[in-house]
């Protein structure tokens, strides 16, 4: 029997199982000069250690997303590596600010399962957790994939679906903010004057610029996640798989909307957590991804005077300038532009 | 009203104006890391922390190059988001030392205005600067560029173009290189016995070897300086404009001469100033850059033993070797081949 | 005579002559980034300064092919640049452990020429030594190439062919490692359970997972490791070479393929010598790299009971999934798929 890996399907998780992901990963300020060649982000607290030490960091955090492409790519191999489908996301908090030196590590617990009704797949919730080396939870969510089935036949055991909130409530979010001196948050540096009181329900917002994406770029991002997701990287493989080419890491997309929606969210520094998101459509390289932001809520966070939370939709279009703000289609179907539609909690100097 | 931006246009402008940029970028290890990849830079002093210290450095310096497009980089959404034409450089000179942890700002004064005869375009002086976090200059340059008026009837003031000098004086040389000890300066470690003594005025050096660009290598070191400007990464708004394509930013055509220029100018190991400089030709993926190099003049610094200045124009082409040197047609138009005629002062040890 | 230099050629070298190489090279963890986003290794102890401190590591080391690459760059310009093959690795020994921050130089010592029959070309026997800042070696080896000469008719000295051990001896293994702590060695961490004692000689490992590679990919690579060989980086000339297009750096392979072959050999986290190697085929942009190994050799390492070696080939592939293990055709020659048949000792814990 070989020693080697072909990764975990449907029958082999039971529920309650807890795995332990290899490849702890020291984060670097290597990895944010590369996140920075990869995506353009600008967001001045991320950008700059002297900003984001007056306003109250400790030094410049990891990009928050940045955190979750590391924490999701342990996960791979043992939860995701059999999946055909990424289905969702939800109570995904994070709760302490990463900085370079920081290790990561993470776990996941099996908190559901359901195999479909034709015995091929399943799907499985996990609720993962990335820790740094202090033992410290930074960043903690629940995921649910569908993955294939080796043997039709396996028996499996009773369906679990959890039960998960829709989103997360404003008490739970800016545990990664430290308190922050809005004094000292220089408008100018950071690019925009709007801050949480500027912003009202309902507002959309286009941000304009459009990333073409190539295949050596998202290969080289999805690798520095340690994500061996075996779709994104094997032409040989994919040449004859369902599309004829790589598929673009659906994190790579969410990088890049969060990187463009820089203009016209200048100080949203920070995601305090997500609520739900859908990869509407696959990206293949060659494609321009545009993006645009709704504000769906706003809230202020119980004991914080210094930031609120604004709850953002961000959705991301390819080959599409999102002018219109493209979503649905009159039939009510996905726009055919889409490729995210993401909603999540981000936090602003107020 | 949209809370993003689309950048200043001709009539946006008014003389004496100042424009703090956003952005604030904190270099580190990583940026160089990136930089070494993207242009196979040699020179020792930024190359080897060892090399620089044992020299006078306190350690390894960041690119000139590098730093420019960081400066220039934040500039960009300001300034040039609307531009059509990178017209020149003057007065630029490199004034301190950056080091890994330290964080660059910019701000850029407008100090000139000419609108053209057309009045759908106009000029735009300034002058931009870039600091560390210990508000010292790093970096000082007269920039103009052509950018589009929103409204050809719009009214603007009255022209105003500035004096400039046709080159940066000796005595203004060298400001961000420490004394250096030359004794300690290893010729073998550096690649060649060449020092400033060495070399002749009118001596032309063909730099020989060439570099193939792709598509993933010019987004990724533009993005790196958060350099927005949108001709370069968005293929779905390219394809429909004036060449079909994506246009490499010129300072990566500036970078790429820089690094192939090691090839006999080993210790030409800082940039002190530019004179001037013109992108003669565009570049796009696919091409092969080449560059040579002429030296102008020769100029001792004042109050320096240790160091010299040559003046080198530095010629990069595409798809041509520059074994024959060119530069102009015998008609005297600018030869098609080449890319880029900088002007620049160079430093040696002596 | 231009300052630039082409290379040496075979009349050049001469027995006994002592290279110091140009261009000493400071590493970072902007490095290691680098490294990680172009190959997605994921052994624990390169990967986590946090699981490298508690086997006994002052920090993270440098992946040991990282080092290699900056040491073989080094000597790219002075040995190999009119090389038109890489014929062969001996003795090559890791020494030291390197850490971010150190810096590395390269000499190297002919040890053996040898002019071909045809006088057009002859092979150059180097033995190169990397040093860090502290005049330490953490890599030495005997490597041979086929250099051009620049006259046919040029007199060549007498031939001298050295003698090179055909293995390294298990007394010169793990120099690079600090005394392991075992029981610290978290198995979950590093993704297998498997130590040294689990391994079988004859024992045959699939790596399963393929990586296609990417022209900016292998070109990004190349240039970090400042390895300036002619053939990788210029499609002007390759486009009228003997491929018609830019040839892979065969260390770029060597990179893939031990990155892959995580997959089944995760403990087997420090390579402390290579026997041998060839680069049997040469790779270009859009192959897909496979890789399998074979347990060669087992061996105790004296005075060493944390630590025990594994004497692996590790061949890779192109196009070709290697669960058949593709070595040899039937004939008895390379098969058409192998682009590499490594021989070398890993360390694992025991």
Redesign the interface.
């Known amino acids: 029997m070989?020693?080697?890996?072909?990764g975990n399907f449907f029958e082999d998780f039971s529920l309650g199982q807890v795995i332990?992901h290899?490849?702890?990963?020291?984060v670097?300020?290597?990895?944010?000069?590369?996140y920075?060649?990869?995506?353009?982000p600008?967001f001045?607290v991320q950008?700059?250690?002297?900003?984001a030490k007056a306003i109250g960091y400790r030094e410049?955090p990891i990009d928050d997303i940045l955190v979750f492409h590391f924490v999701l790519g342990k996960t791979v191999?043992d939860v995701s590596l059999n999946a055909i489908a990424n289905l969702g996301y939800a109570d995904f908090k994070f709760l302490a600010p990463v900085y370079?030196?920081d290790?990561l590590?993470a776990t996941s617990e099996v908190i559901g399962l359901k195999e479909n009704s034709n015995k091929e797949t399943g799907v499985v919730y996990v609720r993962s957790t990335g820790k740094n080396?202090h033992g410290e939870t930074v960043l903690d969510y629940a995921r649910w994939v569908m993955v294939k089935k080796r043997d039709k036949d396996a028996p499996v055991g009773p369906e679990v679906v959890p039960s998960l909130p829709k989103s997360v409530a404003p008490a739970d979010l800016g545990k990664a903010v430290p308190s922050i001196d809005v004094a000292a948050y220089d408008k100018?540096?950071?690019?925009?004057p709007?801050f949480w009181d500027?912003?009202e329900v309902g507002e959309k917002?286009?941000?304009?610029?459009?990333?073409?994406v190539?295949?050596?770029?998202h290969?080289?991002?999805t690798?520095?996640y340690?994500n061996?997701s075996?779709v994104h990287?094997?032409?040989?493989?994919e040449a004859q798989g369902r599309f004829g080419k790589?598929i673009i890491y659906g994190g790579h997309v969410i990088s890049l909307a969060r990187a463009l929606s820089f203009?016209?969210?200048?100080n949203a520094f920070h995601i305090a957590a997500v609520n739900g998101g859908r990869h509407v459509n696959p990206l293949f390289a060659?494609g321009?991804v545009f993006a645009w932001s709704e504000v769906l809520d706003k809230a202020e966070i119980p004991g914080r005077s210094d930031i609120g939370a604004l709850r953002l939709r961000l959705v991301a279009t390819k080959?599409h300038?999102p002018a219109d703000f493209p979503l649905t289609t009159a039939e009510g179907k996905p726009h055919p532009a889409v490729l995210l539609d993401l909603d999540y909690w981000a936090v602003l100097p107020r």
């Open positions: 070989s020693k080697s890996k072909v332990r290899a490849a702890p990963r020291t670097t300020s290597g990895d944010v000069a590369l920075t060649a990869l995506y353009l600008r001045a950008s700059s250690a002297a900003f410049a191999p370079p030196g290790t590590t080396q100018d540096l950071a690019g925009s709007y500027d912003y917002i286009d941000h304009i610029d459009g990333m073409t190539e295949e050596a770029e290969q080289v991002a690798r520095l340690q061996n075996k990287f094997n032409q040989y493989y790589r203009n016209g969210l200048e060659g321009t080959d300038p």
